[in-house]
């Protein structure tokens, strides 16, 4: 792997897809929403300042989480904007059944959810019951408008990602030394 390493400035994102190594690149318009895990000082947080950076350099929205700041508004914005931009494609005049966000020049979204388990832990039943809700329908619906999910946490247990979310991330990455389960 580290014969594979490319240097920051190296990791560039084009054309719905994110080199992240030589031999490693993400296509996100093809296999979206990525989870990131490992234990505590693995590179979560720094793998996705990485990300993030690159994604900087284009015409890509972010949206960034972190448990310190009031998020629950932001996923709940994130979630609405999707599906009125998914009602806007289907109005536009040069929209063709199975082309994506990118046919019509639209910008991808990203929403970027560092250390989602500590915040999880920190919500009601209530609370993450409608979160859970509100990440379902982004991981499940946001393919064809270009909006992607990405995010970190030390450990992606099930009990955190209820009805199979977690079975969408179709990017997955592990960091330092990961867990057999």
Not at 29 to 37: E, G
Not at 122 to 144: D, N, P
Request: charged share 25%; aromatic share 10%; with cysteine.
């Amino acid at each position: 792997m580290i014969a594979n390493r490319i240097s920051i400035d190296e990791v560039i994102a084009e054309n719905g897809s994110l080199r992240l190594m030589k031999n490693l690149v993400w296509e996100y318009d093809s296999l979206p929403h990525a989870l990131i895990c490992g234990g505590t000082g693995g590179g979560k947080t720094y793998f996705l300042l990485t990300i993030i950076e690159a994604l900087l350099r284009t015409n890509a929205d972010l949206y960034i989480l972190d448990p310190k700041d009031d998020m629950i508004d932001c996923v709940n914005a994130f979630s609405e904007g999707m599906v009125t931009r998914s009602e806007e494609m289907k109005l536009h005049p040069n929209y063709r059944t199975g082309e994506n966000y990118a046919y019509l020049g639209l910008a991808p979204q990203f929403l970027i959810f560092d250390e989602y388990v500590a915040f999880l832990e920190m919500l009601t039943t209530k609370e993450s019951t409608a979160l859970l809700s509100q990440l379902k329908k982004i991981v499940m619906l946001g393919r064809q408008a270009g909006y992607f999910l990405i995010v970190a946490c030390q450990r992606p247990d099930a009990k955190y990602f209820g009805d199979g979310i977690r079975d969408n991330f179709n990017f997955r990455v592990g960091l330092g030394r990961m867990s057999e389960l």
